[in-house]
């Protein structure tokens, strides 16, 4: 990943990396938030699905 960076930094001028930095963070955050989206539904629902419902006594 690093080796990736350097030669994106080479390749790219200083405003079209700063550009771009900022797009790959928001990128990145948004997939990184999704994901952990869908771990908690998934746990979630696993989760209620497994135990029986509380409301019957």
């Known amino acids: ?4 960076l350097l030669l994106v930094k ?3 001028s200083k405003s079209e990396l ?3 930095r900022k ?3 928001f990128i990145l955050y948004n ?3 999704e994901f952990f989206l869908d ?5 979630y629902t696993s ?3 497994n135990k029986p419902s509380q409301n019957t006594i």
């Open 1 to 4: 990943m690093r080796e990736v």
């Open 10 to 12: 080479l390749l790219l």
């Open 18 to 20: 700063i550009f771009l």
């Open 23 to 25: 797009h790959l963070m």
């Open 31 to 33: 997939l990184k938030t």
């Open 39 to 43: 771990i908690i539904l998934i746990n």
């Open 47 to 49: 989760r209620n699905s």
